[in-house]
């Protein structure tokens, strides 16, 4: 199957600061989305992105699907873009990266 | 729009029972329903994708006997984990997509499933 890695594993910030996290493929996928698991293990759909970039809020996403990886920009973070944050792509599966936990403290 | 539903969202069983979890697509009909299991602290791992009206199609390293999958009806669809045994125990998360296909699915909010 295909590998997804995410980095960074971990991260902490300050309310207010801007991150990026990053989503590595070891091979082309067709589809793409970013999710955000709340620390009640609801997973909610960011971005469907197999390719360029989109906005949503603070958020926004880019895919570069010919050097598979996808970034996710997070901006003016607040407490609650606390939990973890997965990417995942595949054809007629998902696969899921390792995740991202990111902490906000205010 | 787009909300999927998990019943029980919590699960306490004994060791040899068999237990019921379902998914269900509230507003829109699902063609295809994914499920995962995930340990703490740890990724989503496949364990089954099933289209409506088919048999399910399992992931390596997965018992299709042990975990049984029932994808009745366009908006409901059931993982039946049967003689639960304590390394059962994981959080289940089901997903639905409108499509033949990942593309854009809709995650249930979990089961947690604690095997004595």
């Known amino acids: 199957g295909i590998q997804v890695e995410q980095s960074p594993p971990d991260l902490i910030l300050q309310e207010g600061a801007n991150s990026t996290l990053r989503c590595n493929f070891s091979?082309?996928?067709?589809?793409l989305q970013w999710f955000h698991q709340n620390p009640w293990g609801q997973l909610i759909n960011l971005f469907y992105?197999?390719?360029g970039t989109k906005q949503n809020g603070r958020l926004s996403a880019t895919t570069v699907a010919t050097e598979r990886y996808s970034l996710l920009y997070i901006s003016s973070s607040q407490t609650t873009d606390s939990g973890v944050y997965f990417c995942?792509?595949?054809?007629?599966?998902?696969?899921f990266g390792t995740g991202t936990s990111l902490t906000v403290i205010p | 729009g787009a909300v999927v539903s998990q019943h029980p969202s919590r699960v306490i069983c004994k060791s040899g029972t068999s237990v019921k979890i379902e998914c269900r697509s509230l507003?829109?009909?699902?063609?295809?329903m994914f499920w995962y299991r995930q340990f703490p602290k740890k990724s989503l791992m496949l364990m089954a994708t099933?289209?409506?009206?088919?048999?399910?199609?399992?992931e390596q390293g997965v018992e299709k006997d042990k975990f049984l999958i029932n994808h009745a009806s366009l908006t409901l669809s059931t993982l039946t984990v049967t003689s639960a045994h304590p390394e059962d125990s994981s959080f289940y998360i089901c997903?639905?997509?409108?499509?033949?296909?990942?593309?854009?699915?809709?995650f249930g909010p979990g089961t947690r499933l604690l095997v004595l």
């Open positions: 507003d829109f009909q699902a063609t295809t």
């Open positions: 997903s639905a997509s409108p499509w033949r296909g990942p593309e854009t699915q809709y």
């Open positions: 099933s289209n409506e009206g088919s048999k399910a199609t399992y």
């Open positions: 091979d082309s996928v067709n589809n």
């Open positions: 992105i197999p390719s």
């Open positions: 995942a792509g595949g054809g007629n599966q998902f696969y």
